[in-house]
T-cell receptor, first 113, second 116 residues
Framework: SQQGEEDPQALSIQEGENATMNCSYKTSINNLQWYRQNSGRGLVHLILIRSNEREKHSGRLRVTLDTSKKSSSLLITASRAADTASYFCATVARMDSSYKLIFGSGTRLLVRP | DTGVSQNPRHKITKRGQNVTFRCDPI?????LYWYRQTLGQGPEFLTYFQNEAQLEKSRLLSDRFSAERPKGSFSTLEIQRTEQGDSAMYLC??????????????FGPGTRLTVL
């Protein structure tokens, strides 16, 4: 099964509202990353948070990490229609004696104008 | 444009044919990754290179799949005797080696493969 699982699978909000997406994982991690993917396109890196960090900000993005609960959240404040995309968390964890970057199945965000 | 590029963008082939995809990473990046993504799922790791050395291969990568990065610059991914189950988006990414085990990766636009 996937190392990272996002919740919810789909989210629809009005422009201007905040969007919160959650990610849970199973094993100890080196770091956790969030990516955005517009329909049919490649992924764009949003933010990386290391296992010894608890919170990070980048513009309208806020990421938290709780290693005791093995979970992370991505908050997008004051959403815009252009934020409509799929959002993936990816965990970097040591598996089978090497590090791997494993993606979850994503949250599909729709921001209605 | 100094981003990651992939060619072709789309490939339609018949079952049993061989296909080859190319990825040109960001020039100063020493790591290059290949992923496969099916509809509604996140990317699945296939393999990665550090310079010209292939350091890791996923168990998803059957013997029909082979990847090369001969001079530590561009990479090719070949699928032999394609099957309908190979239909997917094949994504390439590159990164620098840094403090974290895997740093921020820069993705290309992908090659969409359809096997008829």
């Amino acid at each position: 099964s996937q190392q990272g699982e996002e919740d919810p699978q789909a989210l629809s909000i009005q422009e201007g509202e905040n969007a919160t997406m959650n990610c849970s994982y199973k094993t100890s991690i080196n770091n956790l990353q969030w990516y955005r993917q517009n329909s049919g396109r490649g992924l764009v890196h949003l933010i990386l948070i290391r296992s010894n960090e608890r919170e990070k900000h980048s513009g309208r993005l806020r990421v938290t990490l709780d290693t005791s609960k093995k979970s992370s959240s991505l908050l997008i404040t004051a959403s815009r229609a252009a934020d409509t995309a799929s959002y993936f968390c990816a965990t970097v964890a040591r598996m089978d004696s090497s590090y791997k970057l494993i993606f979850g199945s994503g949250t599909r965000l729709l921001v209605r104008p | 444009d100094t981003g990651v590029s992939q060619n072709p963008r789309h490939k339609i082939t018949k079952r049993g044919q061989n296909v080859t995809f190319r990825c040109d990473p960001i020039s100063e990046h020493n790591r290059l990754y290949w992923y496969r993504q099916t509809l509604g799922q996140g990317p699945e790791f296939l393999t990665y290179f550090q310079n010209e050395a292939q350091l890791e291969k996923s168990r998803l990568l059957s013997d029909r799949f082979s990847a090369e990065r001969p001079k530590g610059s561009f990479s090719t991914l070949e699928i032999q005797r394609t099957e309908q189950g190979d239909s997917a988006m094949y994504l390439c990414a590159s990164s620098l080696i840094g403090e974290s085990a895997f740093n921020e990766q820069f993705f290309g636009p992908g090659t969409r493969l359809t096997v008829l």
